[in-house]
Structures are given as C-alpha cells and as structure tokens.
C-alpha cells in the first residue's frame, strides 16, 4: 500500500515539474493547439484591472481590495476578492465572444438555407 502511494505522488509531482517549466508561449501555443484541433476559438482575456474592479457598478480602485475581501468604494458592494475578479472576467469574455459572433454572423447568415424547414441552422457556436 505503502509503495503504490508514494508512487503515484511521485508521479504528479513530476507532471506539475514539467507543466510549471514551460514558459507562458509553450503554454499558449499548447492551449491554441488542443483548441483547435477540437474545433474551438481561444481568446485572450486581460486581467489587468479585475481585482480591483467592482463587479456591481464597474468603479476601479486598488483601495477596493482587502486581502481576500473586496469591497467597492464607490458603492459598498462585498464579495469574495476571487469570486469579484472572475465575475469581471466573465463579463470580458462574454462580450468577446458576441463580438466575435457579430463578426461572423453575415457569414453564418449567408449559410443558412432561407427555406428554414428541418431545424435552424442560425444556432450559436458553443462557448
Ligand atoms: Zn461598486
């Protein structure tokens, strides 16, 4: 039993060894790799300013963050510091991929049968 365990430890320590030597463009290039070969889009999202953006009213300000709490200065609004700052990034991501779908849609548009009939083809592309 003993053995068996510390062997697999072992085993994930290294994995984290090889993963942690990478440098951030291997990392990418990795990630764009599998995406792509699954069909899917990557983007890119600057976190810049989402810790210490309010995820409530949008107001900036190193001051908004206390270790882990935020709390907006602006309008009293307390969350989480992590859970404020992926809020933030949610709402980046969600508006890139409408304004990447808006960019494509002439040419999904164009695609799509007018005739309508067995099912509409006009459908998102998933997240
Ligand atoms: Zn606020």
């Known amino acids: 039993m003993g053995p068996a365990k510390k062997k697999k430890k072992g085993k994930e320590k290294k994995f984290r ?25 990557v983007i890119y999202i600057n ?21 882990s709490v935020f709390k907006c200065k602006n309008c009293g609004f307390e969350l989480n510091a992590d859970l404020n700052a992926s809020r933030n990034i949610e709402v980046i991501r969600v508006s890139e991929y409408f304004r990447l779908l808006s960019a494509s849609q002439s040419l999904l548009f164009n695609e799509t049968p007018l005739t309508g009939g067995a099912g509409d083809q006009r459908q998102a592309p998933k997240l």
């Open 17 to 41: 060894r090889e993963l942690g030597s990478w440098s951030a463009v291997e990392l990418e290039k990795f990630i764009e790799y599998k995406a792509e070969d699954a069909g899917k889009k």
């Open 47 to 67: 976190p810049k300013y989402s810790p210490q953006k309010c995820s409530r009213c949008g107001y900036v300000s190193k001051e908004n963050r206390h270790d």
